[in-house]
């Protein structure tokens, strides 16, 4: 038996996705011609921007198709400090420590290569952005700062952001968040939300892997990381995929169609798996606990474990989970953000992700404790033993 | 047997793992990440860091249909293998990593991981051969092949370490075989390059590499007489029998060119002298191990044949363990032996111990 509770990282494409994008495959026209093959895709295209447009609450033209989250974030970040460094400098980019890697890594890129400099707001003892300390940064460096950018949902250990107390305390200044964790899992709204752009990714909620969208401010003219034909408002040249932009418009429908039912299902079972799990292994600590979080998904650490045993522990016994993020070589380091949190290096290294999403069942709850608490015994005595020698 | 694969991404360990599961046994493929920051991709060469090597073990063990993780060991490599390597150089030894990488991490805390985790044994794609004699006891031997025999550098694994060791290539009779092998299985690693640098450095200097973790201050060359003959800039990365890098201006006196002899950390100085004077008759060591079973009364000298580098000659010699040290008398002598290599017993093809060299001595001042 095979159980899937990785969906954090990529969940099922669901039915309308695919159908959606079959049915598009099947069609022939580049959405850039003249004639009536052009015409027809293109119709497509920009059914898809309607149907994500009224999916996300946002002005139609906000929507640029990307490939996902990492080259929205790309553009988001990159575009806007380029843009906002045009009339004067402004080399303060503002973050926190517990984004993404494909948010972290494009800032350092810039601070690197373009004279940026990351402030980094401090959190809250339950790991929730510390508000004030934000409010602080921004009476502190004010004009001088390019960009604000904060993850709406963490994707580990699943914290939501108060993006509207931020984008109120940023006033002038241009908030982007990284929402490929909320979109789908939460009710958000871009128009309410304050936000100059927004990345959200469409494997995260049902659409294939290799298409998302930055929804931009028609307020904000980032630079473009690409050249080309100018398609997307100009900030992504290159013919565009009307198939994928269908299958991920069908998806964010989708997604929204059961969003109340499928947070308060899966709120049950992580409820009743981070129950569970604290009653077969009662040393466990549920990071996050004490903030608002997202229904979904779990972070336990679990003492006198190495998550990398313990993931092949799991996936021995069928079962599908994660831990922090690999480098690319496939190493597994100690979560940046449970490190940024505050916890120790041995705990950053000995947590679980366990995420459920919309093909999960109940039954799934019971396999996965099961399944830990066999992998517990003996990942511990593997640990015991690295320890002693 | 359930079984754990060491595959660094060459073609040894694919060729070796893919033996394993051909054999029955439930196999799982594991890269071993000794790095922290993994170099990028490096053509043509192969070291145990690189991206590359991950992503070309990883390619093998889909191949071989097996499942395949990467287990995060830099830490332990660091301490073990790493620190150590530079510590010896430091203290003016020879150090040998790939030795002190068997004894601690592949067949150290990998194996013991893996035991933990309910596996039997770890296998690896060194050439060279585990048996049994009648009573039981675990043996290991040269492989088939004595051009790529590598039974030198696992001579340091005990007995309960060979129990848990599978070394599928060692009876294969030429590498050309194993990469045919490779090949007919669909490998895509059959034509990858063998390596022979250390891993971890991968530009293959060492004495460079270690500037960046060892002041380096200038000192004297000496002869053995104590005349200065020139400077050097830091006496760690020299090593015994070294000709090459002196750079001493003034030809010896007999024209002939001249060997470091001897590294002395505490004085700075670096002693040279004629190649005569490399020769040693003696190794003596108390880091020492058996590989299997003892000798039957090892304080009493026994017959034996010595090898002091990987891929090096053997010497007949006499050995046994003198108040502690485990004493090696040669019947030939070595030349530019340094404290620091690790010297291993043989008795025919069967490795019988080894001894981390501590202290040489030199057959031209022996019967001084």
């Known amino acids: 038996m095979k159980v899937f509770l990785d969906h954090a990282s990529t969940t099922p494409v669901r039915k309308p996705s695919l159908d959606a994008l079959v049915a598009a495959l099947a069609e022939i026209g580049n959405p850039q011609s003249v004639h009536t093959h052009g015409q027809q895709t293109r119709a497509h295209l920009e059914d898809a921007r309607d149907e994500l447009a009224l999916a996300v609450d946002c002005n139609r033209s906000e929507v640029i198709f990307t490939s996902g989250g990492t080259e929205s974030n790309n553009q988001a970040i990159k575009g806007i400090f380029w843009a906002r460094n045009q009339d004067r400098k402004r080399p303060i980019v503002v973050s926190s420590a517990i984004e993404h890697h494909a948010l972290i890594d494009p800032i350092e890129w810039l601070v690197k290569h373009e004279g940026a400099e990351l402030v980094l707001v401090k959190l809250l003892a339950n790991g929730e952005i510390d508000l004030a300390d934000l409010e602080s940064i921004i009476t502190k460096h004010g004009d001088d700062i390019a960009l604000i950018s904060l993850m709406w949902v963490n994707n580990e250990v699943g914290i939501i952001t108060d993006i509207k107390k931020v984008t109120e305390l940023a006033r002038s200044i241009p908030v982007h968040s990284d929402a490929v964790q909320a979109f789908g899992n939460l009710a958000l709204s871009f128009r309410d939300s304050g936000l100059s752009a927004m990345s959200i990714s469409g494997h995260k909620f049902g659409a294939p892997i290799g298409v998302g969208a930055l929804i931009v401010s028609r307020n904000l003219k980032p630079e473009s990381l690409l050249h080309g034909g100018g398609q997307e408002r100009g900030l992504r040249s290159g013919t565009m995929s009307y198939p994928l932009a269908k299958a991920l418009s069908a998806a964010a429908s989708a997604a929204l169609a059961d969003l109340s039912a499928r947070q308060s299902a899966l709120k049950v079972l992580r409820d009743d798996f981070e129950q569970k799990l604290s009653e077969v292994i009662p040393d466990i600590k549920i990071t996050a606990s004490g903030a608002p979080r997202v229904e979904h998904s779990s972070n336990v650490i679990i003492p006198g474990t190495k998550s990398d045993s313990m993931l092949f522990l799991l996936d021995e016994q069928g079962l599908s989970v994660s831990a922090g993020s690999a480098c690319q070589a496939g190493v597994l380091g100690p979560s940046h953000v449970l490190m940024g949190m505050g916890y120790s290096e041995q705990d950053a290294t000995a947590c679980l992700r366990v995420s459920f999403g919309h093909s999960s069942k109940p039954e799934d709850v019971d396999f996965a404790v099961r399944a830990i608490q066999a992998g517990y015994a003996k990942a511990i005595k593997a640990q015991a033993v690295a320890g002693r020698t | ?368």
């Open chain 2, 1 to 368: 047997m359930r079984v754990l694969a060491a595959m660094s991404g060459g073609v040894d360990s694919a060729v070796a793992a893919a033996r394993a599961v051909e054999a029955g046994h439930e196999v799982v493929g594991v890269h071993l990440a000794l790095s922290r920051m993994p170099g990028t991709l490096r053509t043509g060469s192969r070291g145990c860091c690189t991206i590359e090597d991950s992503m070309d073990a990883q390619r093998a063990a889909t191949k071989l249909g097996i499942p395949y993780y990467v287990w995060d060991f830099s830490e332990r490599f660091k301490i073990d293998v790493v620190d150590d390597f530079v510590a010896e150089y430091q203290a003016g030894r020879t150090p040998n990593p790939c030795m002190r990488c068997n004894e601690r991490i592949k067949f150290a805390a990998l194996l013991e991981r893996g035991l933990a985790l309910g596996f039997d044994a770890v296998c690896t794609g060194h050439y060279a051969s585990v048996s049994k004699d009648d009573a039981g006891n675990f043996e290991l031997h040269r492989s088939l092949e004595m051009a790529k025999d590598q039974s030198y550098v696992l001579g340091v694994l005990t007995q309960e370490q060979l129990a848990h060791s599978m070394f599928p290539l060692g009876a294969t009779a030429s590498k050309d075989l194993v990469r045919a092998e490779a090949d007919a299985r669909g490998l895509s690693v059959a034509n990858k390059p063998d390596s022979y640098d250390i891993c971890f450095i991968p530009e293959g200097d060492t004495r460079e590499w270690l500037r960046d973790f060892v002041p380096s201050d200038a000192g004297k060359i000496v002869d053995q007489e104590g005349n200065e003959l020139g400077e050097h800039d830091g006496h760690v990365g020299f090593t015994i029998g070294q000709r090459k890098g002196l750079r001493i201006g003034r030809p010896a006196k007999d024209g002939k060119p001249r060997y470091v002899l001897e590294i002395r950390p505490k004085t700075n100085e670096v002693v040279v002298g004629p190649e005569a004077a490399l020769q040693i008759d003696q190794l003596a060591g108390s880091r020492y191990s058996w590989c299997g079973k003892a000798p039957e009364n090892a304080n009493e000298f026994f017959d034996c044949q010595v090898q002091v580098r990987a891929h090096g000659d053997t010497v007949p010699a006499t050995a046994a363990l003198v108040d502690g040290e485990l004493v090696i008398n040669l019947l030939e002598p070595f030349y530019g032996v340094a404290p620091g290599q690790t010297a291993v017993l043989y008795v025919g093809t069967r490795v019988l111990g080894q001894t981390t060299i501590d202290r040489t001595r030199s057959a031209v001042n022996a019967g001084v």
